[in-house]
């Protein structure tokens, strides 16, 4: 049973940062890569950040430069550091876990986290 549990969203103004966390239920060297997620209002969930075992990145062009994902395996935890945010980034951020098992990639979500960015 794979848990992911998110934390730190909230309301921030525009410019302004915040700090995502997900928590996994045991080692995240299970899963090939990590990342965050994010819907929007009307959209479809998107990519925004992912990040490999071993350590490879890759950002959706929206937040290129201003957000950061890392992660802390002592922790079992992966970051998304989020500055200079924008109206347009409010949404509902999800944790993503990704394993190749069985021939085919399994995911694995958290229970999303909201972030508001008031103009």
């Known amino acids: 049973q794979v848990q992911l549990v998110e934390s730190g969203g909230g309301l921030v103004q525009a410019g302004g940062s915040l700090r995502l966390s997900c928590a996994a239920s045991g080692s995240i060297f299970r899963f090939n890569t990590m990342g965050w997620y994010r819907q929007g209002p009307g959209k479809q969930r998107e990519l925004v950040a992912a990040i490999t075992t071993g350590g490879t990145t890759k950002y959706a062009d929206a937040v290129k430069g201003r957000f950061t994902i890392s992660r802390d395996n002592a922790k079992n935890t992966v970051y998304l550091q989020m500055n200079s945010l924008k109206p347009e980034d409010t949404a509902v951020y999800y944790c993503?876990?990704?394993?190749?098992?069985?021939?085919?990639?399994?995911?694995?979500w958290g229970q999303g986290t909201q972030v508001t960015v008031s103009s």
């Open positions: 993503n876990a990704r394993r190749w098992s069985n021939a085919r990639f399994n995911n694995y």
